[in-house]
C-alpha cells in the first residue's frame, strides 16, 4: 500500500481535506496517509511554514497530496508552494481543464490538458534595481535542459492519453532568445514524435483562441509566467479554479494540490467546495496507477453534478454543503 504524505493546509484546507479522506475511504482507495503540517497554521505548531519533518516525509514516500497554503508574512521565502517545487524540483506543473456536466458556462467542449515549465523564467524572481524606485530589471531564464523535459512530458502525456495535439505557446517574434530557444526544442522533439500533431501560437493569439474555439486545443506546452496565465484562463472557461485540479511532477517526487486559496473568510463554516481538490487527489491516483478507482471516483464527481445538483455547494448551483457533497458522491460510490 503505497503511503501518501497529506497536508491539510490553512483556511478550508482541514475541512476539503476531510472531504477527501471519507471519498477515498469509500472507494476504497488503496491509500496509507501520512498527515504532516505545511502553512501558516505550522508556525504555532511546528515553528515554521514548511516544517524540515515535512520536507522529509515528502523525501521519503516520494508523493504528496497537498491542501491551499497560505504563507505568513516575513516567513523567509516568497511562496510555500514554489519553496516546495524549488526543493523538489518539480519542473512540471499539469492542469486539466475539462467542461463538466452541470456547470454553468458557454463552453461546453473542452478537454484541455496545460504542461507548464515550473522552475525557470523570470519566476526565479531574479530582480534588481538599476535606480531605485525609478527603474528595475528582471531576469529570464530558459535553458534546453529544462526545455526538453517539459516539452517531453506533455508529448509522452499525449501519446499515453490517446491525444492528437501538443500545442506550444511562446514569444519567440520579440523574446529570440528565451522563448526562442523554447520553440526550437520544441521544433526538435516533434519530430520524435510524428504520430503527434504539432503546432506553435505566439502567446497574445493563444489568449484570443482559447475564449474563441477552446475546443480546438488538447496539450498545451509553455514556459513559467505563460503557464501560469493560460491555466487559470483555461479554468475560467470550464467554472473556475474551484472545478478544476493540478499536479507537480518531478523525476524524485509529485505534489498534488489545490491551486485556489484557504478562503479564510468560509474557513468553518462547512461551505467549502471540495470538487477542485477532489479532482488533485483523482489526478494523483492515476499517478498510483490506480486508475479503475480513480474512474470510479470521477464518474461519481459527474453523476452527482447532473442528477444530485442540489446536494452541491452554492459556488457551482447546489443549495448543499461540504458535507452534502462529499456524502453525495459517497452514495453513488457505496455498492
Not at 519530430?191 to 503546432?199: D, G, N, S
Request: with cysteine.
Amino acid at each position: 500500500m503505497p503511503h501518501v504524505v497529506l497536508i491539510p493546509g490553512d483556511g478550508i484546507g482541514p475541512e476539503i481535506t476531510q472531504s477527501i479522506q471519507q471519498i477515498f475511504k469509500t472507494a476504497q482507495a488503496d491509500i496509507q496517509w501520512v498527515e504532516c503540517a505545511a502553512g501558516e497554521g505550522a508556525v504555532a505548531t511546528h515553528g515554521s511554514p514548511l516544517p524540515d519533518g515535512t520536507i522529509e516525509a515528502i523525501e521519503r514516500h516520494r508523493v504528496a497530496l497537498k491542501g491551499p497554503l497560505t504563507t505568513p508574512i516575513g516567513a523567509g521565502f516568497r511562496s510555500i508552494n514554489v519553496a516546495l517545487r524549488q526543493h523538489f524540483d518539480l519542473f512540471a506543473n499539469i492542469r486539466p481543464a475539462r467542461t463538466l456536466p452541470g456547470i454553468d458556462t458557454p463552453f461546453r467542449h473542452v478537454g484541455m490538458v496545460l504542461f507548464r515549465e515550473n522552475t525557470q523564467g523570470l519566476y526565479i524572481g531574479r530582480e534588481t534595481w538599476v535606480q531605485e524606485g525609478i527603474e528595475a530589471e528582471s531576469v529570464a531564464v530558459v535553458s534546453r535542459k529544462a526545455s526538453e523535459r517539459i516539452i517531453k512530458a506533455a508529448f509522452e502525456y499525449a501519446v499515453q492519453h490517446g491525444r492528437k495535439k501538443v500545442s506550444l505557446i511562446h514569444k519567440a517574434n520579440i523574446l529570440k532568445f528565451t522563448t526562442g530557444l523554447f520553440l526550437e526544442v520544441g521544433k526538435e522533439i516533434a519530430m520524435e514524435y510524428p504520430a503527434i500533431q504539432f503546432e506553435d501560437l505566439i502567446i497574445d493569439n493563444m489568449a484570443m483562441q482559447m475564449v474563441m474555439r477552446p475546443e480546438q486545443f488538447d496539450v498545451i506546452v509553455t514556459t513559467n509566467m505563460f503557464g501560469d496565465i493560460l491555466s487559470d484562463l483555461a479554468s475560467g472557461l470550464v467554472g473556475g479554479l474551484g472545478v478544476t485540479g493540478a499536479g507537480n511532477l518531478g523525476e524524485n517526487a509529485a505534489i498534488f494540490e489545490a491551486v485556489h486559496g484557504s478562503a479564510p473568510d468560509i474557513a468553518g463554516k462547512g461551505l467549502a467546495n471540495p470538487l477542485a481538490f477532489l479532482f488533485s487527489a483523482v489526478m494523483m491516483l492515476e499517478h498510483l496507477e490506480q486508475t479503475k478507482t480513480a474512474e470510479r471516483i470521477r464518474a461519481a464527481i459527474y453523476t452527482v453534478l447532473q442528477e444530485h445538483k442540489d446536494e452541491c455547494t452554492a459556488d457551482i448551483g447546489g443549495q448543499g454543503n461540504t458535507l452534502s457533497f462529499t456524502e453525495a458522491i459517497c452514495n453513488v460510490l457505496s455498492p
